[in-house]
């Protein structure tokens, strides 16, 4: 069985572009999480999305912003790019509400 | 909003020793999770805690949880060098309706000594 996966895995912008990532979750999962670690911040939550609602939102400003697809794909969008958002993108599946969430390996965001 | 505290954040051990991580949360919650983050990779699931007393083990990690004192330990046994990595304990957020959003601790670097 596939594990989430995530595309690209790394990035390189330059502050003021806009960035895309995608999320494929786990066959059959219909939840998805996306989350930002720094090390200074730490995992911090984005958003959720579930059934191609939004779910929840972080506190994160609006130049973050998601979507999720019918067949559960899900991709995060970033715009107007700072240097403060080069950061380690995870995105989580999971089954159902209070399951297990697996993580994909990320996609690494530099700004620069 | 829920706030999730772990300790300590840096832990070195010799191998063959035991250690404990404490993980405290500061509202009510009725999930808690356990993660491991090697460097440079994703996060691994290890353990998932939904009831007071819920208590499990693997290998050489046991995790619990007490949801009236808003306490998660995971409890290394005998420590190998192959668990060196950074352990995140993860609370799931219970207001609004359903809904998979977690609230992470700082982690704990565990790294494991010859």
């Known amino acids: 069985k596939a594990g989430v996966t995530q595309t690209p895995r790394y990035l390189i912008k330059t502050r003021g572009q806009q960035v895309t990532l995608s999320c494929s979750p786990i066959s059959g999962h219909r939840s998805v999480s996306w989350y930002q670690q720094t090390p200074g911040q730490g995992l911090q939550f984005l958003f959720e999305?579930?059934?191609?609602?939004?779910?929840n939102k972080g506190n994160f400003p609006g130049r973050f912003s998601g979507r999720q697809f019918s067949n559960s794909r899900s991709e995060m969008n970033v715009s107007t790019l700072e240097l403060g958002d080069s950061a380690l993108y995870l995105c989580?599946?999971?089954?159902?509400?209070?399951?297990?969430?697996?993580f994909g390996a990320g996609t690494r965001l530099s700004v620069l | 909003e829920l706030k999730v505290e772990q300790n300590p954040l840096f832990l070195s051990m010799q191998e063959g020793k035991n250690y404990t991580i404490y993980c405290n949360y500061s509202t009510t919650s009725d999930r808690l999770y356990w993660y491991r983050q090697d460097p440079g990779k994703s996060l691994e699931s290890l353990f998932v805690?939904?009831?007071?007393?819920a208590v499990k083990q693997e290998g050489r990690l046991m995790a619990s949880l007490d949801t009236k004192a808003r306490l998660s330990t995971l409890h290394i046994t005998a420590a190998v060098h192959d668990l060196s990595a950074t352990y995140f304990c993860a609370v799931g957020m219970n207001y609004g309706g359903a809904t998979n959003k977690l609230i992470f601790g700082t982690g704990t670097l565990l790294a494991v000594q010859p």
């Open positions: 805690l939904l009831s007071n007393g």
């Open positions: 989580a599946s999971s089954l159902q509400t209070k399951d297990i969430q697996y």
């Open positions: 999305y579930f059934s191609e609602t939004q779910r």
